[in-house]
Structure formats: C-alpha cells, structure tokens
C-alpha cells in the first residue's frame, strides 16, 4: 500500500520581486485552465498542489513578529518526498525556475539542474505538524483506474436489460466483460485499504484515561486563566471585509471540490504551546488509528487536511482539499466536529469564546463562521488532479474493485450492484 | 420555549394564506424618497401580521438592499444586513450556487435580472376572488402614482385546485413549523423560530445575525434593543428575509420526456410508468402520497401526509431513490454518516418556510395531457433568516450537487439539472432495485429561472420606521 504524503515550502521572496511573483501565480492560475494542468497530470503522482504568497497581513490578527513575504507551496502526492521534489523539478523546471527566480538566493541560471533545483527547495521544507487523507493507500494511479472501472461497470449496467437477472449473475457478468478486456487486468489484484486499529485505539483511550489526573487540572486552569481572559471573535458574517470575501468566492464553486487555506496566529505562552502540541498528538494518534475510511471526525468530504506550525510555534496554517461548498464543509465541522476543531483552533488568537478547551468556541454558530471566513486567505494557485471525483466516489470505487471479484452471496451482490 | 411577537411578524411567514387563492406581488421602484415614505407609513397600519386573520386582504411587503437605500436608510445601517441581502441574487458567484447559467442566466430574466430596472420593494397583496383583487389592485395604482412609485413589474399567483403546481404535483407539502407560532408540525418539523426570524434563538441555540443600528436615523424610539450587542437598537427583530424565484416550467418536455424514457418494448406510451418515474423523481405521487410508504402504485389519494423517515423503512432507496426532489431537498433522518437522530438535527439546520403560488394558465398536467397554451409556472417563495445556510444551502449542496451522498452525477431532477453541462459530463438520475441500479441518463432542464430577488420582510414596527428614516 503507497503512502501520501504532505511536503510544504515556505521561500523568502525577493523584495523586488513581489509584483512580478502575483503576476506569474495569476498567469498560473489562468493556465491551469488551458494545458497546464496537462503538464501537473503527467507527474502521475499529485494530487493537490497550491501556491500563494505569505504576508504579515495575510493574517488578521498581529503576528507574533515582523514576517517577510514568503512563497508557499504545498503538494499532497504519492511515494517518498525526494522521489516527489525530483518530479516536480523535472517535469517542469521551466515553471519552478520563473516561480523562484523571484525567490531568494535561488540557482544562478548557468547553475541550475536537477540537484540544484531539487536543495534549494528542500531547504525551505517545513514540517507538517499533523496530516489527514481522506482515502489512505489509494496512489493518483489507483485513483484514476478505478474511476474508469467504475464507468466501465455503469456504462454496462446502463446499456443492458437485466429483467429477471439475479445480482450474482449480474456480476458474474460484470467480471466476464472485465476479465476479456486486458486493460482492466489490474483490477484483478485486490488491494488492501487500512482498518480500524482498535487495539490502538484501546491502548490510546487507558493512557488517556492514566492521564486524566493531569488533563483535568490542565483544562480547568485553561479555563480559569487563560480562556476567562482571552478576547475573542464577537463579529458576524456581515461585517467582513466584503471584497475579501468576494475575492475567495471568485474561486470557489467552480468544480465539485473547494479549498480552503487558513492562516493564524498562536496565542502566546507554554500552556497554550504545551496544549496544541498535545492535541496535534492526539489528533495525529486518531487519523492514523481511526479515521482511515474517509471520514475525518465524521465529515466524510475530506480529501487532504494538513496542520502546519511554522515560525517557531507562533503561527499556524492549515490547508484543506474538500468535496461541495465553502458553507457545506464550515457547516459539517459544526456539526459534527466542533469539539475537536475547538480544542485545536482555540488556541488561536481571537477564536470564538471557548470554555473548558472543548466547547464553546466552534458551536458559536454565526461568530465561529465569520473567524473562519475572516481568516482565510486566498489561494492563487490550486490544482486538483481529479475535481470530478468526491471522496465518497473514491472510497466506494476501491469497494467496487474489490468486490467485484469476490464471492458474494446474492445480499452482498445487490450491494456490491447499488455501489455503481 | 421563545415567546413570540406575533402581532409583530408579518403573516405569510406563518401562514400560508391559502384562504386566499388569488394574489399579487408589485415589484415598485421609488421615484421620491419622502412620498414613498408616506406610502409605507399608510402601509405599516394595513400589514396583515400574524394574528390578524379577518381580513379581506391580506397585506405583506419586502424590501430589497437597493430598496432600502434608495428609501434613505444610511450606508452604514444598510452594511449591517446580510451580504447575501445586501448583494442581491445576481452576482456571479450566487449564480454558480444557484445554477443560473444558460437560459436562466440573469441577461435573460424579465425581472430582477442583470437588464431589467431595479426593484426597491414588494408589495404582496392576497384576496378570496379575482374580482376583488381587480378592484384593490385600481385603487393600488391610484396610490403608486400618488406617491411617485413605479410598477417595474406584476406577478400573479394563484393557488391551484387541489394544490397542485403545473407539472401535476401537489405543492408545498412539507413545511417545518416554527416552534411558538401557533403553528404545529409533525415532532420532526418543530423549529426554533431563529431559522425564520431574527432576534430569537436558532437550531445551533444562538441568534441569527440580524441587522442593529449602527448610524441613528429616524425615530429609533421606535426599535426594539439589539439582543446581542447591547446599547444598539435592532432592524432584524420579527423580521426576515424572503426568496423570491419566478420558475417557468416547461410541462410538456416534462411529461415528453418521461413519456420516450418509460416506453414499453414495442415502442408505444406506457403512461404508468412514465407517472411512476415521475413520482420517483420527486419522491411523492402527484397527489402527495410519499413513495415510502406507497412505493409501487399511486394510492389515487390527496394527501399531506409529511410523516415519515427513511432509515428505517427506505435505507437502501429502493422505495423513495436518494436522489429524488423530496429525499435530497430534506433528508431527513438519512445522513449515512450519521445516526437518525443526528441526522435529523442536521437537517433542521436547512429548513426553509416555502410560500409558493402557480402562474400561467389553471392547467394541471399529467402523463396523458401535458400542453398548456401559455408559460405556466411557479412563483416560488421561501422565508429564512439566514439565507445562504438555508435556501443558497439547499439549492447548491442537495439540488444541484451531483454527488450529494454517495451518489456520482445525479443532480435533483426538479431543479439541479444544467442546460449545457460540460463536456463528457453525464447528468442522471438513479433509481435503485433490488438487484441493482437504474438510471435515467440524458436529463434534461424543465424548469426555468424567469427573474429573482431577495427581500427583507421588516417586523410591523420596522415598516412603520422606515417611513420615519
């Protein structure tokens, strides 16, 4: 089973340079409509991929220092992260080059190959302080064979009359168009997809449980000392910078999938540090154990999240790659997962008014809403290797692969049938 | 339980006035600020609220942001409503959510559209026969002259015998009930009077964001205190907001369609057939009866009956098909990501009071009769207080989203299909058996979008301030 993996970039951007970076991201942006995209395919191994420039005012409230501008990028890909670097300087060094040219100390022209290419942006690498995939083991190939099995199978079921058809015969005749067709060969190997590891999850909840002595005592004096006197985001969605917010709608909706990019500034302290360190823990402990179906915390149109701590702890960014609307996804966090995005989250400065680190905060309908819009910030580059498909779709796809070669009683069949 | 201000709230929100069969919206443009403040301050005294119900007409009115403006209300107090009330329907990412592109591109609208005069205010007027309201609408006209308001356009809604709309469905069935209005519903379609009004508490137990005076202007004596931020006089409270969508419905491809994709062998009609497809697409036969619970034949029956869940009775589709108007529009108990009783809090979250009246020629349609003469459609209406998590929610994330559940390109067949989808991209509608899929390819668009606006419906007292602004 392949992994994927998150790699982010953080490049010091050359002062004289920033207008030209806008520009080249805008003509980036344009051309990922007509052929560039072509070009970020034949990688065969990305998913998602952004850009856009870092600022001290991209973020809302005050950082912590004085920052410099800073080109971001951030990939989600199959395979080891040298394998990935390589890719992306090889396939399209053309691109890389004028993206980091306007970058600080980038290669000389006449020193510029694939090595040079590849150390200057490891160097800027950061780490990815926690990281969700919505279909875990599932690589850009596997993604995309399935998608075509899944039509294929359509296409026939469409086509064809099945009156009086059991589902087994239906299948079986599924499986013997499939097994003529060599194309489809591979769809024969059944692949693993992760489960649910609950002795993990048992050994995570008694030391949770061990240390509860100290959890408690922890969130009460959270409570007492720092939430009592934190300030916190009293504004609602009317009274956001309209034309920042129209700015982020300029671009969404424009396929079945969205993104959102998020940047924010730590509240201060160790007990603050100490704390979101510790639920990146145990958000890390969860994905990896538990949510490994496509369901992050129950919200099942996760493709990619990623938490990133940088500038030494005082900033945060956390990046999504998700199915339907802005409002749709902001909505299922509520609902489903306010605790859990409170308890991280509320460690920001100017979160919605939290109580006991885990409520409060995101259940703060319309307040939690506006810091949410209010401190995202916009992608000027977004590239999704396959906006046609939902995470549920992919999911289900590697269901229909598998099952379609397995032996089913007729319940299961009709099953297996509906998932098409 | 929130106490109500019935006497406050206007009384379409709550009623459906369906004693009325025949109405009139005025779509009016202000020529003169102080006139038109007159005329809503004779207005103000004849609104029908809630608790008025004798009536000979009944009296309600809207404003849009460009309304309130025009009427004098300061830059800063109208910054204060909602973006989406502020901004119109007609922006290029509303269109993407609400799927106006192609015919139902706002270019093409006959109201409200991108070439079409601007509209400031709605006046809607309901009365028991046609005679009547002929004669209250002359002495209306006589008053818009007198107080320098133009009729920009007029829209005439009817209810229909039996309550059906045009393509031959019972219409407005499930309606939630808002807790405290003297209304009730069905336990499932109790709501918390924040998702229709501003200034009580929501589905998520806080308040809606609702507009507070930020600049004093007029007699402010008049407002109520502003819940939330304190010192500072409310606009929004017992007041909502109002969507209002023209949708012409185009009867015969509906009925020509159903009839060529439900042919039997031999090529001839099978009219059963086309009207149980008809019936799966929307999840109700024409007269109401919900396919849950009379999944295989039409029971013949007029009925209202909104009482029922899928999980336990429909989990796999096989009655009522995911993708269906009524299943996809509200789902109920059926997030398969979550338990029936979660489910159905999530889908109180996305309720809209729908207030919809038939226009065009009195002509209900059927698999074996479907050409009226005339353009016939709906003047589809619905009050919420927070429009882009309900009716723009609605709309865009279970109608028009093709993959909403686990389905792959099923957009609601009643109003998510596009004219001109992309290249390649297949729009259907599935319909699950017992052994396998269906589906219905090809889908084509029969509803058409023929003019739109949001508008804000002000509390009785807010009316009657804005003369005073």
């Known amino acids: ?420 | 339980m929130q106490e109500l201000e019935l006497s406050e709230i206007q009384g379409f929100l709550v009623r459906d006035y369906k004693e009325m069969p025949v109405s009139k919206y005025f779509l009016l443009q202000i020529g003169d600020a102080s006139k038109a403040k007159r005329f809503i301050e004779n207005i103000s005294k004849k609104i029908t609220t809630v608790v008025d119900k004798d009536e000979e007409s009944f009296i309600n009115i809207g404003f849009t942001g460009i309304g309130l403006s025009a009427l004098g209300l300061h830059e800063n107090n109208l910054r204060a409503f909602t973006r989406e009330f502020r901004e119109g329907m007609v922006t290029p990412h509303r269109q993407r959510l609400l799927g106006d592109h192609d015919s139902n591109d706002p270019s093409n609208w006959d109201w409200g559209g991108t070439k079409n005069e601007g509209i400031h205010l709605m006046l809607m007027v309901f009365n028991s026969t046609q005679e009547n309201i002929n004669t209250q609408t002359q002495q209306l006209r006589k008053e818009f002259v007198e107080y320098g308001l133009k009729e920009v356009f007029l829209l005439n809604g009817e209810t229909f015998p039996e309550g059906r709309e045009h393509f031959g469905f019972r219409e407005s069935i499930s309606q939630p009930a808002i807790i405290g209005s003297g209304v009730t519903g069905i336990q499932n379609d109790n709501i918390q009077p924040g998702e229709f009004l501003m200034g009580y508490k929501n589905e998520y137990n806080v308040y809606p964001d609702s507009p507070s005076l930020i600049n004093e202007q007029g007699n402010i004596n008049m407002l109520p205190d502003d819940p939330i931020e304190k010192g500072k006089k409310d606009l929004g409270r017992n007041g909502t907001y109002f969507v209002l969508r023209q949708l012409k419905e185009d009867v015969n491809g509906f009925w020509s369609f159903l009839n060529e994709k439900s042919k039997n062998e031999d090529g001839s009609f099978n009219h059963e057939e086309s009207t149980k497809l008809a019936a799966k697409m929307m999840g109700r036969w024409p007269g109401g009866a919900p396919l849950v619970k009379f999944p295989d034949k039409d029971p013949g029956i007029l009925t209202d009956d909104n009482d029922f869940v899928y999980t336990d009775t429909d989990r796999l589709g096989l009655k009522c098909p995911f993708g269906s108007h009524v299943r996809r529009t509200n789902p109920r108990d059926n997030f398969e990501e979550t338990g029936p009783a979660e489910s159905l809090q999530l889908t109180k979250k996305h309720r809209i009071m729908r207030r919809v009246r038939s226009y065009g020629e009195k002509y209900t349609a059927s698999a074996t009769q479907h050409t009226p003469v005339d353009e016939v459609g709906i003047l589809f209406g619905c009050f919420n207080a927070d429009i882009n998590r309900q009716f723009e929610f609605i709309q865009y994330s279970w109608a028009n989203y093709p993959k909403f559940k686990q389905l792959y390109a099923d957009p609601d067949p009643f109003i998510g299909v596009k004219e001109n989808p992309e290249p390649g991209v297949v729009q259907q509608f599935t319909i699950p058996t017992e052994a396998h899929n269906k589906y219905i390819d090809g889908l084509k668009s029969f509803v058409t979008v023929k003019g739109g606006a949001y508008f804000f419906f002000p509390s009785r007292t807010v009316v009657e301030y804005l003369s005073t602004i």
């Open chain 1, 1 to 420: 089973m392949i992994s994927q993996n998150p790699l982010t970039l953080l490049t010091p951007v050359r002062q004289d340079c920033i207008e030209k970076l806008n520009e080249i991201l805008e003509r980036f942006k344009v051309g990922l409509n007509v052929g560039l995209n072509e070009r970020f395919n034949k990688l065969g191994t990305l998913h998602y991929a952004r850009w856009f420039i870092l600022r001290e005012d991209s973020f809302r409230d005050k950082t912590a220092f004085p920052l410099p501008e800073r080109l971001v990028f951030s990939s989600n890909f199959d395979g080891g992260e040298d394998e990935h670097i390589n890719g992306l300087v090889t396939i399209f060094p053309e691109y890389f080059d004028e993206l980091y040219e306007c970058c600080e100390g980038y290669p000389e022209p006449g020193m510029r190959n694939t090595e040079t290419r590849k150390s200057y942006l490891s160097k800027w690498k950061v780490n990815t302080t926690a990281f969700y995939v919505g279909a875990p083991g599932r690589s850009l190939q596997q993604i995309k064979q399935e998608d075509t099995l899944q039509k294929y199978l359509w296409n026939i079921i469409n086509k064809n009359n099945w009156d009086g058809k059991s589902a087994l015969e239906i299948q079986k005749f599924l499986r013997e168009k499939v097994n003529a067709d060599p194309e489809l060969a591979w769809s024969k190997e059944s692949v693993n997809t992760p489960s649910t590891n609950w002795p993990g999850m048992i050994l995570m909840v008694l030391i949770m449980i061990i240390l509860l002595p100290i959890i408690i005592p922890w969130i009460l004096i959270l409570y007492f000392f720092y939430e009592r006197r934190d300030t916190n985001c009293t504004a609602t969605r009317s009274q956001l910078n309209d034309d920042l917010v129209r700015r982020l709608e300029a671009d969404e909706d424009l396929f079945n999938q969205n993104q959102f990019t998020q940047v924010l500034v730590m509240k201060p302290g160790k007990v603050r540090l100490i704390t979101v360190h510790a639920l990146m823990l145990f958000a890390r402990t969860l994905i990896k154990n538990f949510f490994v179906k496509g369901k992050l915390m129950g919200i099942p149109t996760i493709h990619f999240a990623r938490w990133v701590l940088i500038d030494n702890d005082k900033h945060m960014m956390f990046f999504s790659n998700f199915d339907g609307s802005w409002n749709q996804y902001l909505c299922d966090f509520i609902d489903k997962s306010g605790w859990g995005l409170t308890g991280i989250f509320s460690n920001t400065v100017n979160f919605p008014e939290t109580r006991f680190l885990f409520t409060g905060g995101a259940y703060d309908e319309e307040h939690f809403l506006a810091w949410s819009r209010g401190t995202q910030i916009l992608t000027q580059v977004w590239y999704s290797a396959y906006h046609h498909l939902s995470i549920k779709n992919i999911v289900n796809n590697t269901l229909i692969r598998n099952e379609l070669w397995k032996n089913l009683t007729e319940e299961q069949a009709q099953l297996f049938l509906k998932r098409i």
